[in-house]
């Protein structure tokens, strides 16, 4: 691999495999296995939370470990594979990847969990670049481009049977698993990959491989790991003054990273990343455009399912099944903007996508704010088509674009850098997105009091409690569900609540009432935390224009197109 994810020319098939569509459909079942398991763990949340006894910040780690760890490993996995041989390292990834999957489905706290999903996505970095290089030097030129369209359709369906996969998996209960078998699944999915591939898939390795940077892979993932800590741990602990002193010393292994990386590059040593891709504005410009977009919506999948089943409190089964229409419209939207509008008004789609992927937003969470714990499925149904339309003009073509930037020689260290920044933006936004949702949540618990205050009260009076009574009653309710959106603990009850009702209907009243308050709350949030992600899309949009008026996306026949073939999923 040339540029980390690119494979040199030396590496263009000469013999072809009789096996070759057979060892493809083994890389397309790893595939699908790791994108089924950024999106179905989004479903699963709210059962692994009270099952867990696991704090918001906790679950915020068990969705960010996976991307922080494949984003540390990306790069230097795929030049694993070029040194110690693709099927090699990719035997290894998947292997590891089972195993990580066990001890995910076999954990006994939120520690073990985000431990065991760390080095699940770790793995992951080690067997999908060497997917990436196998299509490569599989497939003669005729026969790549229908294995790319495969590979990326195969992707998109995971995020579709991801989401609708994971809600059917928690609501049936599998033996009793509840949550588990959503990563269980993994197991024999994974050994048969592991045989099929040991039997029929050849082995490669480049001809001129480059070398491991690994202090420069230590200093980058230092860096962010300083950056995304404080800010995932800060609420809970109150912000301490190490928190901002973390976030400061973030900055400078950064600068570190960067000098390091000249250095590096000046001695002819093989930087983790080539900083002269910088030398090109308009990628640079697209580069932070991108990661915008992805810090934007990283966190959005996460604070959505908990505004439907912690809030709404929905099954899983249709929460999933509910999300399935953002895939459909992330898939119109993908489709529409490769196959005919990107390659016509080039940087346009990526702007128009965005400003439709906010509008989405906008109309979502008018819907939510305005319906509150009434809000329907059905509802629901047409801004999350629009949303998901816009979101699929963005992802599809945007790397491609962004890879017309910079010469066909760099195109592989351009797109890993591009499919790493996305995993690190995921994992910042999850971060973010948790500071500001958790915060409004806290903050915003007086407007869901304030709209069941008159149907509790009249209620009260129809019990026959005197007004005294019911002011007293009202007050102690709002303490409750003040200090239970407060909680960092969801699954534990605050003392505010523990007091008696004083009666069984008073209690049945309070207990809806809080129910109905709950709702509005997170609803009202959830509308909130969409105004955010609204700020980012439009930044993107505005960064986007720095792309040359004629940028086109690049033909799937070239051969920097498999420089990228890490589908975007959900």
Known sequence: ????????????????????????????????????????????????QSDLKAQYSQIEWIVA????????????????????????????????????????????DPTMLITSRFVQGAMAGLMVPQILAIIRVTFPEN???KAIALYSGVGGSASAVGLSLG???????????????????NIPVGIAALFAAAAVMKDSRSTTPPRLDVV????????????????????????????FVMIFAALLTFGLFVGYERRRARTGGSPLIDLGLFRSRPFAIGLASWLLFWIGLGGFFLVWTLFMQSGLGWSPMRAGLTAVFF????????????????????????????????????????????????????????????????????VAPTIDLLLGQVPAGEAGAASGLLNTGQQLGTALGVALVGVVFFTQLDHDSA??????????????????????????????????????????????VPDSCLAPAGSDE?????????????????????????????????????????????AKLQPLETDTATADLTPIGV
């Not at 984003?71 to 089972?98: H, P």
């Not at 409690?465 to 019911?470: C, D, G, H, K, R």
């Not at 009243?509 to 709350?521: K, P, Q, V």
Request: hydrophobic share 55%; net charge negative.
């Open 216 to 243: 420069g892979m230590v200093l980058a993932v230092g860096a962010v790991l300083l950056l995304v800590y404080p800010i995932t741990e800060g609420r809970r602990l109150g912000w301490p003054a190490w928190t």
């Open 327 to 394: 895939a459909v419209g992330a898939g119109v939207g993908a489709g529409v903007s490769v196959g005919l509008l990107a390659p016509r008004f080039g940087r346009r789609v990526l702007i128009a996508g965005g400003v439709v992927n906010a509008l989405g937003f906008g109309l979502y969470g008018w819907l939510a704010a305005h319906y509150g714990a009434e809000i329907a499925s059905w509802q629901m149904v047409f801004p999350l088509l629009v949303t998901g339309v816009g979101f699929g003009m963005v």
């Open 1 to 48: 691999m040339d540029h980390d994810l690119h494979p040199t020319d030396t590496d263009t098939p000469t013999d072809l495999d009789p096996r070759r569509w057979i060892a493809f459909a083994v890389v397309l079942a790893a595939g699908f296995m790791d994108l089924l398991d950024v999106t179905i763990v989004n479903v699963a949340v709210p059962s692994i």
């Open 447 to 492: 407007r869901g009091v304030a709209a069941v205050t008159p149907q509790v009260r009249a209620e009260l009076a129809v019990a026959g409690l005197p007004l005294s009574a019911q002011d007293e009653i009202l007050a102690n309710f709002r303490v409750c569900v003040q200090d239970r959106s407060a909680q960092i603990d969801p699954t534990a």
């Open 506 to 550: 008073v209690g049945r009243i309070l207990t809806e009432a809080g129910t109905d308050a709950n709702a509005t709350n997170f609803a009202n949030t959830f509308d909130y935390t969409l105004w955010y992600g609204i700020g980012m899309l439009l930044l993107m949009c505005l960064g986007f224009f720095a792309l040359p008026k004629d």
């Open 65 to 108: 470990a996976y991307v922080l760890a494949f984003a540390a490993v990306l790069i230097t996995g795929g030049r694993l594979g070029d040194i110690y041989g693709r099927k090699r390292v990719f035997l290894a990834g998947m292997a590891g990847f089972t195993l990580a999957s066990a001890a995910c489905g076999l954990s006994t």
């Open 167 to 185: 809600g059917l998996l928690v609501q049936w209960d599998l033996f009793e698993l509840a949550w588990r078998p959503i990563f269980l699944v």
């Open 143 to 145: 026969e790549r481009a």
